[in-house]
Structures are given as structure tokens and as C-alpha cells.
């Protein structure tokens, strides 16, 4: 098991499998909410234990896609957790448990700021992925 929670801990989830993608998104959005690095968690491995209506969401407005859900007490940023998706993005920092998963891209490279210096040697892309 997999456990997750907010930095106050009124916010707390499991993952019965280690995500199988993980991405660092560069763009301002994710670079303000505090969730850059996000991990892909398929949704019949996901659930929220605690806390389920402390979690506030910030809707996407295009050309965003991802609606943004953070703990109300703490302001930590989870990721798109009441997706009603397949998979959805999780974010990597909520994360307690040590897994076995790097980071695979990063994505929106023309937005991050000159002070980052992308320290990994995975693939880089300009806006969203593609092959
Ligand atoms: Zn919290
Ligand atoms: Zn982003």
C-alpha cells in the first residue's frame, strides 16, 4: 500500500499500485499551485480515506486541462483527485511513501523559470508531450 496525504495530514489517501508514469509539468499554473511534479494514478487504484470534504478544487479554464484540487486546511496542492477519469494526475509531493518510479519528461520547458535547472536527463518537451 501506497499512502498519501496534505501537509497537515486532514487530507490523507491510498494507492494500491505504484503509479506508472511520472511527469514535471514547467508551465505557470502548476509552477503556482505548488504541483509541478505529478504522477499518473489509475483510478480503481485510488482512494481518498480522510478528510474526502476538506478538498477544495480549482476548475481548469482552457487551454488548461486539469481541474486542481488542494486541502482547504493547508493549501496543499493534490492533483485532479475527484477525476472521473481512468487515470488521473496525482501530485508527486503528497506522496509519503518511497516508490520505485522517476521522473519520465518534463513538459512546458518554454515556461520554466531561468533560476530551475532541470537536474534529470529526462526528455524534454516545449508544450505538451509527443513522440
Ligand atoms: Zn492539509
Ligand atoms: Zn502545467
Given at each position: ?54 478538498i477544495s ?53 518554454a515556461e520554466?523559470p531561468s ?17
Open positions: 500500500m501506497i499512502n498519501g496525504s496534505c501537509g497537515c495530514g486532514a487530507v490523507q489517501f491510498e494507492l494500491t499500485k505504484v503509479p506508472k508514469m511520472m511527469g514535471t509539468c514547467h508551465c505557470s499554473r502548476c509552477r503556482k499551485v505548488g504541483a509541478s511534479t505529478l504522477t499518473f494514478v489509475k483510478s480503481d487504484t485510488f482512494q481518498i480515506t480522510k478528510g474526502r470534504d476538506q478544487t480549482f476548475k481548469a479554464v482552457p487551454p488548461y486541462k486539469y481541474d486542481r484540487s488542494f486541502c482547504s486546511v493547508c493549501g496543499s496542492a493534490l492533483g485532479e483527485v475527484f477525476s472521473t477519469e481512468d487515470t488521473f494526475p496525482l501530485s508527486a509531493n503528497c506522496i509519503d511513501t518511497d516508490m520505485d518510479l522517476k521522473n519520465k519528461f518534463h513538459e512546458f520547458v520554466k533560476w530551475l535547472e532541470i537536474g534529470d536527463s529526462a526528455k524534454q518537451f516545449a508544450e505538451h508531450p509527443h513522440e
